[in-house]
């Protein structure tokens, strides 16, 4: 398996404008997690999935960001619109309940850049 | 809500030296994850404790869970700069969310 898969790796941009993230789950994970880390709050949870469906938004800063999940292989994380101050590294991790942990395989994430 | 917290927050060691990082947790813990993220990197699992005093090896590395499953270390004997990195200890936080904690974030120096 080629684990979680994320792109853009890198993303510069300017303030004001839509940034989408993207995220392709461990296929058979039934968990899609959403994480910002900074130096200053550590690793956060946004939001996350169980089977496309939203669980828990409640880390989801403020309504310019929305996250979504169409289908159990993709997922996005769109901030619209950008602030500096949404510079961080985003990452998505996947899970599954089946397994003799429940232990959470992130991707490489993406470095979000807002000039 | 349930926190979990690591101490120290950073630490510097000579190569070789030992290194232990503890977490705390405010509630009683059904089970505790590590995580390791190399700089520039992601975070990686490492193990999962589930018992009451529960003490597993990975090579030079010794994770155990406290008594009470408040608490637990990562031990780090004779460190390499391989070793290098964050440390993350993860409580559950219901279905299949955890709670990380703040990390520790070792630098070794050759």
């Known amino acids: 398996d080629a684990g979680v898969i994320q792109s853009p790796r890198h993303e510069v941009t300017e303030m004001g404008q839509e940034v989408t993230l993207r995220c392709k789950p461990i296929?058979?994970?039934?968990?899609l997690f959403w994480y910002r880390q900074t130096m200053m709050r550590g690793l956060e949870l946004l939001i996350y999935?169980?089977?496309?469906?939203?669980?828990?938004d409640s880390g989801m800063p403020e309504d310019r960001f929305s996250a979504k999940m169409p289908n159990a292989s993709f997922s996005t994380l769109k901030i619209q619109p950008s602030e500096p101050r949404d510079s961080a590294v985003y990452f998505c991790?996947?899970?599954?309940?089946?397994?003799?942990?429940?232990?959470?395989?992130f991707g490489p994430g993406t470095r979000l850049t807002v000039l | 809500g349930q926190q979990v917290m690591q101490i120290p927050q950073y630490q510097h060691v000579q190569e070789g030296e030992d290194f232990t990082t503890y977490c705390n947790s405010s509630t009683t813990l059904s089970n505790i994850q590590w995580y390791k993220q190399r700089p520039g990197g992601h975070p990686v699992f490492l193990i999962q404790?589930?018992?009451?005093?529960e003490v597993k090896k990975q090579k030079r590395l010794t994770f155990q869970f406290g008594e009470a499953k408040k608490n637990s270390s990562l031990h780090i004997t004779a460190t390499q700069t391989t070793d290098v990195g964050t440390y993350f200890c993860a409580g559950p936080g219901g279905y299949q969310k955890v709670t990380f904690g703040t990390g520790t974030k070792l630098q070794v120096i050759p």
């Open positions: 296929s058979g994970h039934d968990y």
């Open positions: 999935f169980n089977n496309n469906v939203p669980i828990d």
């Open positions: 991790a996947s899970s599954s309940p089946w397994g003799d942990y429940n232990e959470q395989f």
């Open positions: 404790l589930v018992k009451s005093g």
